[in-house]
């Protein structure tokens, strides 16, 4: 990969969660799917699940209570800059499909939510059109989020240390692999980064100086030959 936002072939890489990619990940089959980390997770199974999720305050609600929460829609709203009735309603709409769920006390506006699992998984294989189109649709809104992320990192870097801007990792690279390689070089990518997952839910097994990092993975046959 190459670093410092040089490419090494001209091939586009966004640099998560986040939400969007924060814990969202396709999975397959009733095993551990590619990117989904050891724990809990939510499976959406339904086109409707998944057409549901695609909606930017949807994905940056659940990333914020994973890191954040448990949360109040007024404090949501606070933090993402949001009005208490759209975060209201948006979470309601997120709990209808398992995404969240009240995590006990307060009313209305003033009861807190929390993430009903620390991953989001999905399936778009199989021969079902509309799960298909729903699981693209929903790819297209995380690429979009992904992008807005590694943007704002972009314009903020400068304000960075020198330590972190080093440490940070943009670029890409063409390789040739069949199906069944780039699978399995999904699997060990993310073992590597499964040793760090359960900082997550666990701030004391933090180091000092650890911050939450946005870690995307993209990767897909290429539309056209170099």
């Known amino acids: 990969m190459a670093r410092g936002g040089t490419s090494e072939r001209g091939a586009d890489e966004v640099g998560a969660e986040s939400a969007a990619g924060r814990g969202a990940a396709r999975g397959g089959g009733g095993e551990r799917g590619v990117g989904e980390p050891p724990g809990a997770v939510t499976w959406l199974k339904d086109p409707r699940a998944l057409r549901a999720y695609a909606h930017p305050v949807r994905m940056k609600l659940v ?12 404090r949501a709203a606070e ?23 009240e995590a006990g006390g307060g009313t ?13 998984s999905w399936r778009d294989t199989g021969d079902d059109p509309e799960m298909v189109a729903a699981a693209g ?13 590694a943007a704002q990192w972009l314009d903020h870097s400068s304000e960075e240390t020198p330590e972190w801007r080093d440490a940070s990792l943009l670029g890409d690279r063409f390789l040739y692999l069949t199906p069944g390689e780039l699978k399995d070089l999904g699997h060990r990518v993310m073992h590597l980064v499964d040793e760090y997952f359960e900082r997550t839910e666990h701030p004391e097994l933090r180091p000092e100086g650890a911050r939450q990092v946005n870690y ?10 170099p």
């Open 137 to 149: 649709l929903l790819g297209a809104v995380q690429v979009e989020q992904y992008f807005e992320q």
């Open 79 to 101: 933090l993402l800059g949001e009005s208490s009735g759209t975060c209201s309603f948006h979470l309601r709409q997120l709990a209808k499909y398992g995404l969240v769920e």
């Open 216 to 225: 995307i993975q993209l990767a897909f046959p290429a539309r056209t030959r």
């Open 63 to 74: 990333g914020l209570l994973r890191t954040e929460g448990p949360l109040t829609a007024t």
């Open 108 to 120: 209305g506006r003033e009861k807190p939510w929390r993430a009903s699992a620390p991953l989001t």
